[in-house]
């Protein structure tokens, strides 16, 4: 069954006009600032096309790709040891009213201190190579995931936990079919934010650390003058969040579609 | 008038299939259930209405096993409800299924966690759907339903296991009214056919006339049994038929009257039917609000 609200025909047409109305909004700020570009001095700003040429240059050479891997090797790592460690902690968190007790201090103090603080003392623990980097990264993902994870499991529907204890539903039975399933939408909406924490991270690790991958690429080419390749590591990182958050709300799309009728 | 007293028992010889003696429950200081005594015959219908807050819901969720009574006594078939008794199918409000299993997980959820065998689920739950009407819609899962539809595969997930004893928390209070009188019919069809005992908690006078054998009123602050009312209407009934039977309407301002103060007796006697129901609760409910009557009158005019 479904609810004609607006034909599909319609709806194809809305979204046609968005997207020639957003399309055209970018190009004419990218014609905006490469005119602007060209009065300004070049050790100030350059225009997309000089940046472009840049571009085409730094992949010639290999070196934007060996800087790209680079940072992508980082960004996974730490990603992954962020969120697989707070995705277990968050349930433990909100299933022991004990651990909460436990945590709860902590985890304001945590949350309310700005994690860059902390990035000299990861330098200290795990050093200025990868281990650093990835401690600085897993330490910017964690936190949203956790506090995500968390939400959802102590916000879990009670008409869905007195289902369970009507079907005498063991308590692992009941985290099976009710509590994990609920939290699954919160996860991943805390999946969305924690890719965008952990590529500031990615970029603080690699301005802090010594300096590599694309970060690195920013910090050098900015100490020399040379805006132009400057930049170019600045889109790829932008292009990358983007494609990131978009592969996040597919994710949440295809594994909680009772939920896409209320994130959008 | 009515007699508050007076019990629906005859024709027992077996134990009611539920009999509750002295239930009494506190939140905090406040006592919502006070000794609350409920029989509910064998293959009966019973619905528990009365004011918010009076503790319908409570009884119920008590009579599951959902909640633990601060007292009393509750036997399932003669059984007391400590000991270890089978699930008891338990009907909810809207959204009670769960969004991430499909209609036939969700009507098989009850069946899996009482370890039956794959070809006896599969079996159970066409059947149950099938009696719901809602044969086809197994792969559909429940934001793709309607709430009408949804109420039923609730029905169907608390009829698959094959209960004796049905409990329903309320289960058509967000549907829209058509839908409602669709599934008054269909609930009264399939209750005739199966006699499963009932116990349904409304706050809709029409909705437990419509449906029951009894109705017990239960009164607020603190929750307790205010009558127990032998509803006498032929069966088998539909929404449509039983409105049109004698002694509806007496049997509606007998029990609005029990549910009302005693100053507005007169006046609901006059507004008894052909008033459109739901315009009739609204005017009834704005009267019990307004202590003085006179002031009321003036208003209203």
């Not at chain 1, 040429?53 to 990603?79: D, R, W």
């Not at chain 2, 549910?259 to 459109?276: F, G, K, M, R, Y």
């Amino acid at each position: 069954m479904s609810i004609p609200v607006v034909g599909p025909e319609i709806v194809k047409q809305r979204n046609y006009l968005r997207w020639i109305v957003s399309t055209s909004s970018v190009l004419i700020f990218l014609i905006a600032w490469q005119i602007y570009a060209r009065g300004v001095s070049a050790l100030l700003l350059v225009g997309p096309t000089a940046i472009f040429s840049a571009f085409h240059e730094m992949i010639s050479n290999g070196e934007l790709l060996s800087a790209a891997a680079a940072s992508l090797k980082v960004l996974v790592t730490g990603f992954f040891i962020g969120f697989t460690a707070a995705i277990p902690i968050g349930l433990i968190w909100a299933r022991f009213k004990v651990v909460d007790w436990v945590l709860q201090p902590f985890v304001s103090a945590l949350f309310s201190t700005p994690l860059v603080a902390l990035v000299p003392l990861y330098v200290l623990w795990f050093g200025f190579g990868f281990a650093g980097k990835v401690a600085i990264v897993g330490s910017f993902a964690f936190f949203p995931v956790l506090l995500n994870t968390y939400q959802g499991a102590v916000s879990v529907d009670p008409m869905h936990l007195d289902l369970a204890k009507v079907f005498k539903a063991s308590e692992w039975e009941t985290w099976r079919h009710v509590v994990l399933p609920s939290c699954v939408p919160f996860v991943v909406a805390g999946l969305n934010v924690s890719v965008a924490h952990a590529l500031t991270g990615l970029v603080i690790s690699e301005f802090y650390t010594n300096a590599s991958g694309l970060g690195g690429i920013v910090l050098t080419a900015s100490s020399t003058f040379q805006t132009a390749r400057m930049f170019v590591p600045i889109v790829i990182i932008v292009a990358l969040g983007i494609t990131l958050m978009a592969g996040t709300r597919w994710l949440q799309r295809r594994i909680a579609p009772w939920t896409a009728g209320r994130s959008d | 008038m009515s007699d508050p007293q007076k019990v629906v028992t005859e024709g027992m010889a077996l134990p009611p299939a539920v009999r509750t003696r002295n239930v009494t429950k506190y939140f905090g200081a406040e006592r919502v259930l006070d000794n609350v005594d409920l029989d509910l015959p064998t293959g009966s219908f019973t619905s528990l209405v009365g004011p918010s807050g009076c503790g319908k819901t409570t009884m119920l969720r008590i009579i599951a096993g959902i909640e633990k009574a601060g007292g009393g006594t509750i036997e399932i078939n003669g059984v007391s409800s400590a000991k270890d008794v089978p699930a008891l199918g338990v009907v909810f409000q809207q959204g009670s299924l769960l969004p991430w299993k499909s209609v036939q997980k969700n009507v098989a959820f009850g069946l899996e966690l009482a370890k039956l065998d794959k070809e006896e689920i599969k079996e159970r739950v066409a059947h149950a759907l099938e009696t719901v009407h809602l044969t086809g819609t197994e792969k559909k899962y429940p934001h793709q339903l309607s709430g009408g539809m949804q109420q039923r595969v609730g029905i169907a997930r608390a009829l698959a296991l094959d209960p004796p004893i049905l409990l329903m928390d309320e289960p058509f209070a967000s549907v829209d009214a058509q839908t409602r009188e669709e599934l008054h019919d269909e609930l009264l069809h399939i209750w005739e056919k199966s006699r499963k005992t009932v116990l349904f908690v409304t706050h809709s006078i029409d909705e437990a006339i419509v449906l029951s054998d009894q109705i017990i009123v239960m009164g607020a602050r603190p929750g307790r049994v205010i009558a127990r009312i032998k509803v006498d209407l032929p069966r088998p009934r539909t929404e449509q038929s039983a409105h049109l039977m004698p002694g509806y309407g007496q049997l509606r301002s007998k029990i609005r009257n029990l549910l009302t103060p005693s100053s507005e007796q007169a006046q609901s006697e006059d507004i008894e039917i052909p008033v459109p129901r739901d315009d009739f609760e609204v005017i009834q409910g704005m009267t019990s609000m307004t202590s003085n009557p006179a002031e009321h009158e003036s208003r209203g005019n």
